[in-house]
């Protein structure tokens, strides 16, 4: 049962962070590249970073870069998303994906103005 539950949305004032989780099961995580996408209304889905299956960063959405990090425990199979000086462009479903799929549920990221 291959299963990735997101947790740690919410709604947030513009200029606020929050912290994603993702806790993985069913495939060896640690042994696994993960990334995050996101979706926002009326847009296709879209990579947000990407991270080694040893915790090095390979990947971050320009429009994320310094203010989004990407980080895993593989102990804890979670993939982890630090969310900093968000905006409401950052308002969107976030997904933790590994390649292959399948996509989860996601959790809900509202940034208010």
């Known amino acids: 049962q291959l299963q990735l539950v997101e947790s740690g949305g919410g709604l947030v004032q513009s200029g606020g962070s929050l912290r994603l989780s993702c806790v993985a099961s069913?495939?060896?995580?640690?042994?696994?590249?993960m990334s995050w996408y996101r979706q926002a209304p009326r847009k296709e889905r879209e990579l947000v970073a990407s991270?080694?299956?040893?915790?090095?960063?390979?990947n971050y959405a320009d429009s994320v870069k310094g203010r989004f990090m990407i980080a895993r425990d593989n102990a804890r199979n979670t993939l982890y998303l630090q969310m900093n000086w968000l905006s409401p462009g950052d308002t969107a479903v976030y997904y933790c994906?590994?390649?292959?799929?399948?996509w989860g549920q996601g959790t809900q990221v509202t940034v208010s103005s």
């Open positions: 991270i080694s299956s040893t915790g090095i960063p390979t």
């Open positions: 069913g495939f060896a995580f640690s042994n696994t590249e």
């Open positions: 994906y590994r390649p292959g799929g399948p």
